[in-house]
């Protein structure tokens, strides 16, 4: 079966510094691996995937997600966090089946000034 | 949110009570999805629907129904079978339903409270 861990429950980043959001998945063929983020009692918001290509991967708001074959992890990245970052942020992976998303538990990123 | 809209954003119901949850999409997308929310569980799948009059179960669809009358709506309604209804109910949507690549578009979402 086809699932992602996010082994991070919370983050935490001084405004200004860099950031690193943990994803690890399991799949038995090609992954295809997403990010979303979600602000207080909103609807997620797409950031960014990777299908096939370049490991790096560029998304929305300056994120961008490092896609690691051999350590079967897809990390979620920016050089400069902001504190309007803070937000809760879920990876997911397609299952093949019925185009199903499998999420993972979520990371809360907290960015203190 | 754009796309998707989700009514009401707020709901409250009695126990025993069904509630119907709308979600309407104008992206003319093919596949639509119906998730549950809880804190620290992620997102779990209720039901989807890939095409018209047709839908599969979720993971969690006990307690749930739903129907798939027009491309654009997929109502969902929390029956009084469902033990535990209160949640975060979010609609999604994806342009091709067997095609992986595609992304899913979620609504606002609608917050269920049952007392």
């Known amino acids: 079966a086809q699932s992602v861990a996010q082994p991070e429950d919370q983050v935490n980043v001084a405004e200004g510094n860099p950031l690193t959001v943990k994803c690890t998945y399991s799949?038995?063929?090609?992954?295809?691996l997403f990010w979303y983020v979600q602000y207080p009692n909103r609807g997620l918001q797409f950031l960014l995937k990777y299908i096939t290509g370049d490991n790096l991967v560029k998304g929305s708001y300056g994120f961008e997600a490092e896609f690691n074959k051999s350590q079967t992890s897809f990390h979620l990245k920016k050089p400069s966090a902001l504190v309007s970052d803070s937000a809760l942020y879920f990876c997911?992976?397609?299952?093949?089946?019925?185009?199903?998303?499998?999420f993972g538990q979520g990371t809360e990123l907290s960015v203190k000034p | 949110d754009g796309g998707i809209t989700q009514s009401p954003k707020y709901l409250f119901r009695k126990e025993g009570q069904n509630v119907t949850l709308s979600c309407e999409q104008n992206l003319n997308h093919d596949a639509m999805y119906w998730y549950r929310q809880d804190p620290g569980q992620g997102l779990r799948l209720i039901y989807y629907s890939q095409i018209v009059n047709d839908f599969q179960k979720g993971d969690i669809a006990e307690g749930y129904s739903v129907s798939r009358e027009k491309k654009e709506s997929f109502p969902l309604t929390v029956t009084s079978a469902q033990k535990n209804p209160t949640a975060f109910y979010l609609c999604a949507s994806s342009l091709e339903s067997g095609g992986p690549s595609y992304e899913q578009y979620f609504g606002p979402g609608t917050r269920l409270t049952v007392t």
């Open positions: 799949v038995s063929g090609n992954p295809y």
């Open positions: 997911a992976v397609r299952d093949y089946e019925g185009g199903k998303l499998i």
